[in-house]
């Protein structure tokens, strides 16, 4: 009953800076984390930030940890992932997801309900 709609991947220079959106609409909608997860072709899918449903807290992985920024816009159903100094292994497609508020196992894949179709970031060295 959730919606998602993910925008603002595109074809970057290493070194760069991109904006991914993801809009959210549906039942209950505010009551969900977001995640973003990403998966370069032949790879699996891999965790990289989490937002609480309050936007009070956030969780990175490492190798996006200092560079990403993960938030939530002043409409509370759109959450958005700032990508600084980007790295040519940052390719993949970017994927958002929606699940219910939890403290352990949220970097799996499986502990969200709701996904988006992707949107594609390449970054060129």
């Known amino acids: 009953q959730v919606q998602l709609v993910e925008s603002g991947g595109g074809l970057v220079l290493a070194g760069g800076s991109l904006t991914l959106s993801c809009a959210a609409s549906?039942?209950?909608?505010?009551?969900?984390?977001m995640a973003w997860f990403r998966q370069a072709p032949g790879k699996e899918r891999e965790f990289v930030a989490r937002?609480?449903?309050?936007?009070?807290?956030?969780h990175y992985s490492d190798s996006v940890k200092d560079r990403f920024t993960i938030s939530r816009a002043p409409a509370k159903n759109t959450v958005i992932l700032q990508m600084n100094s980007l790295k040519p292994e940052d390719t993949a497609a970017y994927y958002c997801?929606?699940?219910?508020?939890?403290?352990?196992?949220?970097?799996?894949?499986?502990?969200?309900?709701?996904w988006g179709q992707g949107t594609q970031v390449t970054v060129s060295s």
């Open positions: 549906g039942r209950s909608v505010d009551s969900y984390a």
């Open positions: 937002i609480s449903v309050s936007g009070r807290r956030t």
């Open positions: 997801a929606a699940g219910r508020p939890r403290t352990t196992g949220f970097v799996d894949g499986k502990a969200y309900d709701y």
